[in-house]
Every structure is written in C-alpha cells, then in structure tokens.
C-alpha cells in the first residue's frame, strides 16, 4: 500500500459565524507532524493482547524501515507491511506540534487495536497505557512542541491512528439550527460512511467535483478515519459535519470549510445504523449523493 508523499497536516480552529450565506471559519492556528516514522519487528510473542511495551530488555526490536509520513498512523492485517507480522509490529513516530497562537487547545486522540501505547511531550513521559482508545486534553503555549509516539501491536490487525484536533463540537439539534437558516435549493447533500480506511495511514480521500452549487457534507465510521478532503475546483464547502464511535476522525484540506464533531449523529455504514436520519432532520432532505461501505480508500463524487 503506497504512503502518500510528506506533506504537513494542518487542522483548522473554526468557529461558527452567525451571519447569512456561508459559516465561516479561521485560519490554522497549530500544525503537527510530519512525523519520522520507524518500524520495526519485536520477537514477543503471538499472544493476542500480550507481548512487551518496551520495558523488557531481552526483547531487542529490529528496525525494518523509516520513512516521512503526514500522520502517525498504521493499518494493516497479518504481514501485509513490509512483511512484519502483525503481533509483532513496534512502531516510532516523532514530529512537532507547531502552536502559531498564544496559546491552543488540542485533543490527541488514539485509536488503537490491543497494544501498547507511551506518549511523550517535550521530552516527558505523558502516558502510557494497554488496549484501549485514549483522548488527551493539551495546552499548548506558542511555539514548537517536540511529539514521540511508540506503539507495540499485540493482534492480528495493526490499527493505529493518532489525531490532533481542535474542532468545534455539535450536537444534531445544534447542527440543524445552523444549517437549515442557510440551505437553498441550489445546496448539494453529499453523505459517506465506512466502517474503517482501506489504506494503510487510514486516509480515505473525497474527491468533490467542480460545481457551482454549494455542498455540505456528512462523514462518518467505525473507526477513526482521516478524510482527505480533494478540492482543485474550489467548490464552496458550507459546512462538514463527521462523526466516528473511535476517538477521533480528523479533517484534512478544508481550511476554508467550518467543520463540526456532530457527536450524536449515528456512524454505522449499514442503512438501519446510518445517519440518514440525523441528516433529513438537519437537512430537511435526502443526500444527494450517498455511498455506505464496510472498507473505503478513496470516493470520487460525480457531477451533482
């Protein structure tokens, strides 16, 4: 699975602006990564949710490979990366958290199947933990942060993914207030759903047409996932609205869009769990364009 070329992510602080025509949103105020990641393979056994978190020193790990990445994130089964073997993935990420304002708030956010997981901040142990997801509230002061992530797999699958994010939070019955005031006929619906990514640094890429019409759009999964948001005709985006059941999903490309964590909208991919629902009652209507899935890589959306 090809990993796509170092570029920096940049999340947006957005907040609403209550005036007519679109919501608006303000600049980057912090970037994080690229990361320097390393992978290697740690002989610890094929135990599932057992094997060392890097305190054993009889257990000496073997770099396989290094490479840039936008994110530190991993998504693999059994030996399909570089031939390492799933139980016995160890992987190192290290990057900066750039803070451009005074000060920002930021969630990292981990998704991660059984493992273990220690996540240092300038230089100081900041947790380490076993098997489960994890959000981290930061406060972060102008200036360079320095990130180091490790994270040994214990499964059969390796999925890993690491957001920092500080989008706003709506509730559905928010989100409508502010939708419903400014959609006209001319507005598209565009709604996607997955279970998880289908690529290995769990992006899913959303390809939007040229179109004259303004688009709002629903996202949401299983798994945290981060939609890649593909614009070169500069379609007006009103709004995105996302949601995930794992902490958290990220939106990359859309600094211009206000984007909100609408966290009651449902998240299944299957019809009877979609949010099909939550999106008539913000919307008043039906997508205009739709596409539920177990697995997605990439989503080319037609002319609308």
Request: charged letters at 20%.
């Amino acid at each position: 699975m090809k990993i796509n070329n170092p570029l920096s992510l940049i999340i947006s602080a957005l907040i609403p602006i209550a005036l007519s025509g679109c919501i608006g949103a303000e600049k980057p105020t912090f970037q994080a990564g690229p990361f320097t990641a390393k992978y290697y393979i740690e002989d610890d056994g094929r135990n599932a949710g057992q094997g060392t978190d890097g305190s054993n020193p009889d257990i000496i790990p073997s770099l396989i490979a290094e490479e840039t990445v936008e994110r530190a994130a991993i998504n693999y089964s059994w030996s399909d990366f570089k031939s390492i073997d799933s139980y016995n993935f160890h992987g190192v990420w290290e990057g900066d958290i750039v803070v451009t304002s005074e000060s920002e708030t930021i969630n990292a956010s981990f998704d991660v199947s059984w493992s273990d997981v220690s996540f240092y901040l300038d230089g100081t142990l900041l947790s380490k933990w076993s098997n489960s997801d994890k959000v981290i509230p930061l406060t972060l002061a102008k200036g360079n942060h320095p990130v180091r992530i490790e994270y040994h797999n214990h499964w059969h699958t390796t999925g890993f993914n690491v957001s920092f994010t500080n989008t706003q939070q709506s509730t559905v019955a928010e989100a409508t207030d502010l939708i419903q005031p400014r959609l006209t006929d001319q507005h598209k619906i565009l709604y996607i759903s997955a279970y998880e990514s289908g690529t290995i640094n769990n992006d899913i890429n959303v390809n939007l047409p040229e179109s004259s019409d303004p688009v709002v759009i629903f996202l949401t999964s299983y798994a945290a996932v981060n939609w890649v948001i593909n614009n070169p005709s500069n379609t007006d985006i009103e709004g995105i609205f996302f949601n995930a059941y794992s902490p958290k999903s990220a939106i990359i490309g859309s600094d211009s869009a206000s984007t909100y964590e609408t966290v009651d909208m449902k998240y299944g991919y299957e019809e009877e769990k979609s949010a099909k629902a939550d999106i008539l009652t913000m919307t008043g209507r039906t997508p205009d364009f739709e596409l539920l899935q177990y697995t997605v890589s990439e989503v080319i959306i037609p002319a609308l």
